[in-house]
């Protein structure tokens, strides 16, 4: 089992270019079920969880290339099983996608239940009110959601979430591409990567309108063809680079980003003490000095991201005074790095829904577990700001969405590497 051993107290400079969206990746490529043709799918971050879905989709009959790195051409046209490996689902959270894409190409999926990170039970009753709304009969058991037509078959339909959840509405849209009629989800997600996807469906004939507010319509098309689409840059990749830099100091340009999807995250960096230069496509941070306290608090976009709760804490521990942090969309993220944090010399109280961050002078190097992928991300941060020497152990979870983080951290003068345990 690798691990990441972090000489830490170095600040960060340089450049560093940031991937394609994850999130954006791991819906983008089960939507390419829908397509009949080649879809030529480019900036797509080289990380476990695409790797993993690429075999899902190749197993069932899909045709992929890689003719350049990043690029990565589909054609599943002729792709015929609507029951991926359940053994490659349960290894990613974003896998129930499959759900909504094999319901639009043939109108049925028997889909494993997925796993990835283990912070939250993640429900998917939004997902399953979405697929019974547009006309299918659901069998969910522990192990796995199979999905048929009901009686009076799929047809476009009306739904209101219970809540933004950014899973059902991806699952909702790609069900009801190919769908007859006219599907409308109200309380929508509008996170940039809902927007991504739609864009993506929209190139290769779909109708789809109102991606990035609260009502997104669908209306059903006959078959989609192929063609060429681009990823956007990571939010949540840059964010992290971003929140590095407000820990450990230094002067870092962050290349290859859209700055307005960054302004939830730095509006509050902002507010730490860190300085922030907008570009047309990059974003420079620099910081020295003590950071202040904050409170934050996240929500669903254009609110904080969620995924950047556990590294901005890490910039709350290095503050002067006492910084909130409250948690809206999953409560239990706290638990798996705090602990963790503390570890090293943080001083954190949590209570209900929000942690209590009273900032201390400096962390100290420890051996700390990495639970999910950003509380992973987070210990990389805490690690780099950190006096002395940390390991991170169980790595394979920041690897799911951090395309080569020790190369672009060493580029910019930290001192990590990966071991073998």
Same mark, same amino acid.
């Given at each position: 089992?690798?691990?990441?051993?972090?000489?830490?107290?170095?600040?960060?400079?340089?450049?560093?270019?940031?991937?394609?969206?994850?999130?954006?990746a791991?819906a983008?490529?089960?939507?390419a079920?829908?397509?009949?043709?080649?879809?030529?799918?480019?900036?797509?971050?080289?990380?476990?969880?695409?790797r993993?879905l690429?075999?899902?989709?190749?197993?069932?009959?899909?045709r992929?290339?890689?003719?350049e790195?990043?690029?990565?051409?589909?054609?599943?046209?002729?792709?015929?099983?609507?029951?991926?490996?359940?053994?490659?689902?349960?290894?990613?959270?974003a896998?129930?996608?499959?759900?909504?894409?094999?319901?639009?190409?043939?109108?049925?999926a028997?889909?494993?239940?997925?796993?990835?990170?283990?912070?939250?039970?993640?429900?998917?009753?939004?997902?399953?009110?979405?697929?019974?709304?547009?006309g299918a009969?659901?069998?969910?058991?522990?192990?796995?959601?199979?999905?048929?037509?009901?009686?009076?078959?799929?047809?476009?339909?009306?739904?209101?979430?219970?809540?933004?959840?950014?899973?059902?509405?991806?699952?909702?849209?790609?069900?009801a591409?190919?769908?007859?009629?006219?599907?409308?989800?109200e309380?929508?997600?509008?996170?940039?990567?809902i927007?991504?996807?739609?864009?993506?469906?929209?190139?290769?004939?779909?109708?789809?309108s109102?991606?990035?507010?609260?009502?997104?319509?669908?209306?059903?098309?006959?078959?989609?063809?192929?063609?060429?689409?681009?990823?956007?840059?990571?939010?949540?990749?840059?964010?992290?680079?971003?929140?590095?830099?407000?820990?450990?100091?230094?002067?870092? /340009?962050?290349q290859? @980003?859209?700055?307005?999807?960054?302004?939830?995250?730095? &509006?509050? $960096?902002?507010? %730490? #003490? +860190?300085? *922030?230069?907008?570009?047309?496509?990059?974003?420079?941070?620099?910081?020295?000095?003590?950071?202040?306290?904050?409170?934050?608090?996240?929500?669903?976009?254009?609110?904080?991201?969620?995924?950047?709760?556990?590294?901005?804490?890490?910039?709350?521990?290095?503050?002067?005074?006492?910084?909130? /942090?409250?948690?809206? @969309?999953?409560?239990?993220?706290?638990?798996?790095?705090? &602990?963790? $944090?503390?570890? %090293? #010399? +943080?001083? *954190?109280?949590?209570?209900?829904?929000?942690?209590?961050?009273?900032?201390?002078?400096?962390?100290?190097?420890?051996?700390?577990?990495?639970?999910?992928l950003?509380?992973?991300?987070?210990?990389?941060?805490?690690?780099l700001?950190?006096?002395?020497?940390?390991?991170?152990?169980?790595v394979?979870?920041?690897?799911?969405?951090?395309?080569?983080l020790?190369?672009?951290?060493?580029?910019?003068?930290?001192?990590?590497?990966?071991?073998?345990?």
């Amino acid at each position: 089992m690798a691990k990441y051993e972090i000489c830490g107290g170095i600040p960060l400079n340089g450049t560093v270019s940031i991937s394609g969206a994850k999130n954006a990746a791991v819906a983008i490529l089960p939507a390419a079920l829908l397509v009949s043709g080649v879809c030529r799918i480019e900036n797509v971050p080289d990380i476990s969880d695409v790797r993993i879905l690429l075999d899902i989709l190749q197993g069932m009959g899909a045709r992929i290339r890689t003719p350049e790195p990043h690029v990565v051409e589909i054609d599943c046209t002729d792709v015929q099983c609507s029951e991926p490996d359940s053994t490659l689902v349960c290894k990613m959270r974003a896998s129930y996608y499959l759900m909504g894409a094999l319901l639009g190409r043939f109108g049925k999926a028997h889909v494993a239940l997925p796993g990835g990170c283990n912070f939250a039970s993640r429900p998917i009753d939004q997902h399953i009110k979405g697929f019974e709304a547009l006309g299918a009969d659901v069998d969910e058991t522990e192990d796995y959601v199979a999905l048929s037509p009901g009686e009076s078959g799929l047809q476009g339909s009306r739904i209101s979430l219970d809540m933004a959840s950014v899973g059902a509405t991806v699952n909702i849209m790609l069900a009801a591409t190919l769908l007859p009629g006219q599907t409308i989800i109200e309380n929508a997600a509008k996170e940039p990567h809902i927007v991504d996807l739609a864009n993506f469906l929209n190139t290769m004939g779909a109708r789809i309108s109102g991606a990035g507010t609260d009502t997104i319509k669908v209306r059903g098309v006959n078959s989609l063809r192929g063609g060429c689409y681009a990823i956007i840059p990571d939010q949540i990749e840059a964010g992290t680079y971003l929140a590095a830099v407000t820990a450990v100091g230094g002067n870092v /340009l962050v290349q290859n @980003v859209i700055p307005k999807h960054l302004e939830c995250i730095t &509006t509050k $960096l902002q507010e %730490m #003490g +860190a300085k *922030i230069i907008n570009y047309d496509d990059s974003v420079r941070i620099i910081r020295s000095g003590r950071l202040r306290k904050a409170t934050v608090k996240t929500m669903p976009y254009p609110g904080f991201p969620t995924d950047m709760q556990a590294q901005v804490c890490v910039c709350m521990a290095l503050a002067g005074g006492v910084s909130r /942090l409250t948690e809206s @969309v999953y409560e239990t993220r706290f638990f798996g790095y705090c &602990t963790e $944090l503390e570890s %090293m #010399g +943080a001083n *954190i109280h949590i209570t209900g829904k929000t942690a209590t961050v009273t900032g201390v002078e400096r962390l100290y190097g420890s051996t700390v577990c990495a639970h999910d992928l950003r509380a992973g991300a987070a210990l990389v941060i805490a690690g780099l700001a950190a006096e002395g020497t940390t390991y991170v152990e169980h790595v394979h979870f920041i690897e799911r969405g951090y395309e080569d983080l020790i190369g672009k951290l060493t580029a910019l003068g930290a001192k990590i590497r990966r071991i073998e345990d």
